[in-house]
C-alpha cells in the first residue's frame, strides 16, 4: 500500500491453475487452448461459406489440424531443447507446462492440410485461406496462456505497462529483477492487427487469387515475431541466432515472393488441383 493508503496495482499472473481436485486440475493453457479451437472453427466456417466452399470440409480437417498442430509445435520445441528434456523424459508430455513452437504448429498444420486437401481433391490454398484468420485469432488468445505460466517475457523493463514476474520464474542471470516486457502481450495485439488485416482483405477483396491471404498472414506475422522475439528471454537457439527470428526471415521472404508470383508474374500457386478445377470440390 503507499503512502496515500491506496492499493497499489501490479501486472502479474493469478497463476497458471483455475481449480483444482485432488491431482485433477483446470489450467488456464488448456481452456484457452479450447477456447481458441472452438472459435476458430466457427470463423472457418463462416468464412468458407463466404466463398461457397463446404463447412464440413472445414469441420472434417479441424480434429486432425488440432491434433497434429500440436504435436508438431511440441516437438518443434523439445527438439530445441533437447538437452533439458533429455534429462526429463516425462517433461515431454507435461503440455500444461506451456512449451508450443508456433512455427512447428504451422508447418505440420500446413502438412495436414495438404494431405486433406490431396485426399478430398480440393485446393489447399482455398482452404487455407479461409484457416489463416483462425490461426491469427487462436495466436491472439493462446498467448494469454504465457502470461497465466508466467513465461515468454522479455527482458527487464520499468514501462508503465511491465510484468512482474515471481522469483521462481525467472531466468537466473535475471533474478534481481523483478518487472519484465509483456512480450506474450505484444505478440497477443500483433496478432489483433493480423486478424483484422485479413478480414479486411476477406471481405474487401472478394477475388483475391487462391494463396493470398495465406501468403499476407506469412509475411505480417513474421514482420511483428522478427521484433518481439528479440526482446524475450527465453528464445530456442540455434548457436548465437535466435531460432523464431531466422524462421521469421525466411516467412517473410516466401510471403512476399509468393505474392509476387501470384500478381506481378500473374501465375498460380503450386496446388493438389488443376487452376482450371480449382473449386470444383468446393
Known sequence: MDIKGVTKMVFTSPGPIIWQF????????????????????????????KRQIDPNLIADLAL???????????????????????????????????????????LAGLATTWF?????????????????????????????GNFFNSEAFGVPTDLPWKLYI???????????????????????????????????????????????????YFCAYSVGRFFIEGLRTDSLMFGSFRIAQVVSVVGLAVGIGGLLWLYYWRRN??????????????
Open 64 to 106: 486432425a489440424l488440432v491434433i497434429f498442430a500440436l504435436l508438431g509445435g511440441r516437438l518443434y520445441y523439445v527438439l530445441f531443447q533437447w538437452s533439458y528434456y533429455q534429462q526429463n523424459p516425462w517433461e515431454i508430455f507435461a503440455l500444461w507446462h506451456g512449451g508450443l513452437a508456433i512455427h512447428g504448429a504451422i
Open 166 to 216: 515471481p522469483l521462481e520464474n525467472r531466468p537466473l542471470e535475471l533474478r534481481q529483477f523483478e518487472y519484465f516486457h509483456p512480450t506474450f502481450l505484444y505478440e497477443s495485439l500483433w496478432n489483433l492487427l493480423v486478424l483484422v488485416l485479413l478480414l479486411n482483405l476477406f471481405f474487401r477483396y472478394p477475388r483475391l487469387r487462391p494463396g493470398t491471404l495465406t501468403l499476407v
Open 22 to 49: 485432488g491431482p485433477f486440475a483446470l489450467r488456464w493453457y488448456g481452456l484457452l487452448i479450447g477456447i481458441s479451437v472452438l472459435l476458430g472453427l466457427n470463423l472457418s466456417q463462416f468464412l468458407a461459406k
Open 269 to 282: 500457386l503450386p496446388d493438389v488441383v488443376p487452376a482450371d478445377s480449382r473449386y470444383n470440390r468446393l
Open 116 to 144: 486433406y486437401a490431396r485426399q478430398q481433391k480440393v485446393s489447399l490454398w482455398a482452404l487455407t485461406d479461409v484457416l489463416v484468420p483462425s490461426l491469427a485469432l487462436g495466436q491472439m488468445i493462446g498467448r494469454w
